[in-house]
């Protein structure tokens, strides 16, 4: 189960909704072994496409030092589908690289409506999990 502040999955959505038509991507890090997203980092979609994403890859260098740097994690890994379902495509899943992320998808198909998913994939095997969204860490859920 993710269990995510309201906050953070605003920031998720506003920078889904921003990119659009093309998709949006990006982590929130935690601390290593938390499973707790805490800080909400947007990238860039290095494709600037409407069907796919990759982080450019000194962005992600930097991202990924920054988060060593401060005992970190990428807790969750989100990007946005702007024509299709919150689901992961085959490219999606073959580009699961973090078994223990949270790999979040929002669909922006929709105006006015967003689809906010949350999914493990590990080894090709794609498994949906419930979302709680609080309003802060260690509070009570609100969905």
Known sequence: MLTIERAIVDQIVAHARADHPDEACGVVAGAIGSDRP???I????????????RFDSM????????????????????????????????????????PNAHYVLVSTREAGSTD????????????????????????????
């Open 38 to 40: 805490t800080r909400f």
């Open 42 to 53: 947007a990238m860039e979609n290095a494709e600037r496409s409407p069907t796919f994403y």
């Open 59 to 98: 962005e992600q260098f930097k991202v990924w030092r920054e988060m060593d740097d401060r005992d970190e994690e990428a807790v969750v890994i989100y990007h946005s589908h702007t024509a299709t379902e919150a689901y992961p495509s085959r490219t999606d899943i073959s580009y699961a690289s973090e």
């Open 116 to 143: 906010f998913r949350s999914y493990l994939i590990v080894d090709g095997e794609v498994t949906e999990e419930e979302v709680t969204i609080v309003e802060a860490q260690g509070s009570d859920s609100v969905n």
